[in-house]
C-alpha cells in the first residue's frame, strides 16, 4: 500500500502546500461542475468559475501554458454559458434547450478548433517549450476542450463527446507531468461525463417524442 500512495503522490513532497489546497479544492468544484453539467443545471457554471479560476493560476505555474489557457477560456465561456442558460421564456421555462449539432455547429466546431491548436502552438513556441510531444498532446487538447466548452454554452448534446476524448487523453498527460490530483480528477470527469451524454440523450429523445 505505501509503495502505492509513493507512486502516486511522491511528486507532493516538494510542493507548497498552497498549491496542494489550491489543486485540492479546484478538484472538488471542477467535480461538483460536471456533475452540475449532467444533471443540466445552471450550477454548473458559478462551480465551474472556482474551478478553473484556481487552475488558471496553477498552470501557469507549471507551466502548461495550454492546459492554462484551455482554464482561462473555460472561464470566460462560463460566464458566457451562464447568461444563455439563465434565460427564461414567459413561462419561467429555459429558452436554451438540449438539442444535436447542424451543419453550422459543424463548421464553427472546425474554425474553433483550428484557431485554437493554431493558437497555442503560437503561445509554445514563443515561450520554447515546444521541448517533448507532451506540449504537442497538450495542443491537440486544447482544440477539443475549446470545441467541448462552447458546445456545452450552446446545450449541445456533442459537448460531451469532446470533452470525454479530451478528459481521457488528459489523464496520462498530467499524471506524467506529476499532478496525480488532477490526473484522478480527468478519471472522474470521464466517468461523469460518459453518464452525463448519456442523460442528455435520453432527455433530448423525450423532449423529440414530445
Same mark, same amino acid.
Given at each position: 500500500?505505501?509503495?502505492?500512495?509513493?507512486?502516486?503522490?511522491?511528486?507532493?513532497?516538494?510542493?507548497?502546500?498552497?498549491?496542494?489546497?489550491?489543486?485540492?479544492?479546484?478538484?472538488?468544484?471542477?467535480?461538483?461542475?460536471?456533475?452540475?453539467?449532467?444533471?443540466?443545471?445552471?450550477?454548473?457554471?458559478?462551480?465551474?468559475?472556482?474551478?478553473?479560476?484556481?487552475?488558471?493560476?496553477?498552470?501557469?505555474?507549471?507551466?502548461?501554458?495550454?492546459?492554462?489557457?484551455?482554464?482561462?477560456?473555460?472561464?470566460?465561456?462560463?460566464?458566457?454559458?451562464?447568461?444563455?442558460?439563465?434565460?427564461?421564456?414567459?413561462?419561467?421555462?429555459?429558452?436554451?434547450?438540449?438539442?444535436?449539432?447542424?451543419?453550422?455547429?459543424?463548421? =464553427?466546431?472546425?474554425?474553433?478548433?483550428? !484557431?485554437? @491548436?493554431?493558437? %497555442?502552438? &503560437?503561445?509554445?513556441?514563443? #515561450?520554447? $517549450?515546444?521541448?517533448?510531444?507532451?506540449?504537442?498532446?497538450?495542443?491537440?487538447?486544447?482544440?477539443?476542450?475549446?470545441?467541448?466548452?462552447?458546445?456545452?454554452?450552446?446545450? =449541445?448534446?456533442?459537448?460531451?463527446?469532446? !470533452?470525454? @476524448?479530451?478528459? %481521457?487523453? &488528459?489523464?496520462?498527460?498530467? #499524471?506524467? $507531468?506529476?499532478?496525480?490530483?488532477?490526473?484522478?480528477?480527468?478519471?472522474?470527469?470521464?466517468?461523469?461525463?460518459?453518464?452525463?451524454?448519456?442523460?442528455?440523450?435520453?432527455?433530448?429523445?423525450?423532449?423529440?417524442?414530445?
Amino acid at each position: 500500500m505505501g509503495e502505492i500512495f509513493d507512486f502516486l503522490f511522491a511528486q507532493y513532497k516538494d510542493y507548497s502546500t498552497l498549491h496542494i489546497t489550491l489543486e485540492a479544492i479546484a478538484t472538488i468544484f471542477a467535480v461538483f461542475s460536471v456533475i452540475y453539467s449532467w444533471k443540466n443545471n445552471v450550477l454548473v457554471y458559478p462551480t465551474g468559475l472556482i474551478s478553473t479560476g484556481i487552475f488558471v493560476y496553477l498552470l501557469l505555474q507549471w507551466n502548461l501554458y495550454g492546459e492554462m489557457i484551455i482554464n482561462a477560456y473555460y472561464f470566460y465561456m462560463s460566464i458566457y454559458g451562464w447568461t444563455l442558460w439563465s434565460k427564461k421564456d414567459s413561462t419561467n421555462h429555459d429558452v436554451l434547450k438540449i438539442s444535436a449539432m447542424n451543419a453550422d455547429d459543424r463548421v =464553427k466546431s472546425v474554425i474553433i478548433f483550428t !484557431l485554437s @491548436v493554431i493558437g %497555442i502552438s &503560437a503561445v509554445y513556441i514563443y #515561450f520554447d $517549450k515546444f521541448t517533448s510531444r507532451l506540449s504537442y498532446i497538450d495542443t491537440f487538447i486544447t482544440g477539443l476542450f475549446f470545441v467541448g466548452m462552447w458546445l456545452m454554452a450552446k446545450r =449541445k448534446i456533442e459537448n460531451w463527446l469532446f !470533452l470525454i @476524448v479530451g478528459d %481521457i487523453i &488528459a489523464i496520462p498527460l498530467f #499524471f506524467i $507531468k506529476g499532478y496525480t490530483l488532477t490526473s484522478l480528477l480527468n478519471v472522474i470527469l470521464t466517468v461523469i461525463a460518459i453518464f452525463g451524454y448519456m442523460s442528455w440523450k435520453k432527455t433530448l429523445l423525450s423532449e423529440k417524442q414530445a
